[in-house]
């Protein structure tokens, strides 16, 4: 089974400390957001675990554990945009991002790393040549080290429009032709475009539509095919990632993106931060009574036959 770590927070940037402790203690914790008595235990070894998948703005604070890493293979999302500091106000250096992204794909491999540029926005300050402008300067940097870049334009989410509420949808037309432009870019430096739960309407202009996590792009980072269970069901219907199991828990993310649907608020986020125990086998807090500990359902979906 793949397991995820970063659909709801950053854990690489804010708690690499705390998942080298699981990793060492083989098992996490892991609150149902919807119902938080709902605990789901994880268990962390190689048998179950065929790929540990991470998204992150810096992944520099793994570094150090690597070690612990190295029986898993893994995937990595690493996230460079042209924001600054008003929009991603603790999002590292890019330049040192880039270089750390180089590290990565030198270590891990090219196929086991991924750059996004994402969530994509419009504004006086953001325009659309400032965004080409910017793709190219990093993609130029990353020849060599990526050979994908996963883009999508900001979705008006609650919890974004409550953090950014001058935000603006980006209209069709710019989203074509930054999707066109952006190919073309892409091609140059050797580095394909993708986009995610965003439908098909940039796949004529040369962009795979089919998702950011999906089998074939695990497959490729792992280097057999994959077995995926008849009735095993992604989170999302728009796309076709393979998610779910996911370990992170939302408002947690200290890099307090203006545009993130993951944090409800920056009171949230630090008190949630106050609560964390590296110790802990929860990301946040500890048990509590009333909590209800459940086994999930963990299989190797490895098939061997099929090596590539």
Known sequence: MILHTGNRTDIPA?????????LRDGFVLVRNPYDPSSVTRYEINTDVVDLIAFC????APMFQYMDLLAPYKQYWHVTMTPYGKEIEPNAPDKAKVINDFKWLSETIGINSVGWRYDPIFIDDNYTVSRHLERFEEMAEQLRG?????????IDLYQKVLRNFPEV?????????????EMVSIGKKYGIAVKTCAEGNELAPFGVDCSGCM????FEKAIGCRLQIPS?????????DCVLGN?????????HLCRYCYANC??????????LHDFRSPFLVGNSLPGDKIHQARQESWLDMQLSF
Do not use: H
Request: glycine share 6%.
């Open 145 to 153: 080290y990526a050979d994908v870049c996963v883009i999508s334009f």
């Open 168 to 180: 603006r949808r980006v209209s069709r037309d710019d989203r074509i032709y930054l999707g066109k």
């Open 214 to 217: 999906t089998a074939e792009v």
């Open 265 to 274: 608020s920056r009171e949230a986020v630090k008190r949630n931060m106050k």
């Open 231 to 239: 009735g095993f069901k992604s989170s999302r219907s728009e796309c």
């Open 246 to 254: 996911d370990i992170g828990q939302y408002d947690t993310c200290g």
């Open 14 to 22: 804010f708690y690499s400390r705390w998942f080298a402790e699981r």
């Open 56 to 59: 992150t703005k810096n992944p």
